[in-house]
């Protein structure tokens, strides 16, 4: 069954309240997020960004992704949390002593406006990816 907002219209992700269209790109779907949250995910933007300056952004799935030798990381805003999407449910898992406190979800990591991921903790998965990707690159 399809989830409904009120009216009956169905509810989309990454839509800007009263939106009809998706985001047109990263800057787009910042703007649409809600004034609270949004220094935190910009933040965590410029963060992904300084550990992998040649990573492309763009949009999958109406949400922000980096891209380098494919998905690297990605990052949303939800009604009741934030996310950092990292793609590697097994280095998550690799990882979990870090995220304590933080609700994990698979390769998600789930955090609150009024608390942002440090940019270290950011950092170190980017980078790990960013590995993961060169490898899995070469062996193609």
Known sequence: MDKREK???RARTGMRAGRD???????DYLA???EAARPALEKL????KAAAPRAEESLKYQ???LKYHGDLVGFAAQKDFLS???MSPELVKARAADLKGYDVSGATIHFS?????PAALVKRFVKARIAE????AGKK
């Open 7 to 9: 009216g009956g219209k």
């Open 21 to 27: 269209t998706p985001p047109r790109d990263v800057d």
């Open 32 to 34: 649409g997020v809600p």
């Open 45 to 48: 933007r410029g963060t992904i």
């Open 63 to 65: 949400i922000p992704v």
């Open 84 to 86: 950092f999407y990292v």
């Open 113 to 117: 406006a009024d608390r942002p991921l």
């Open 133 to 136: 990707n060169e490898s899995k």
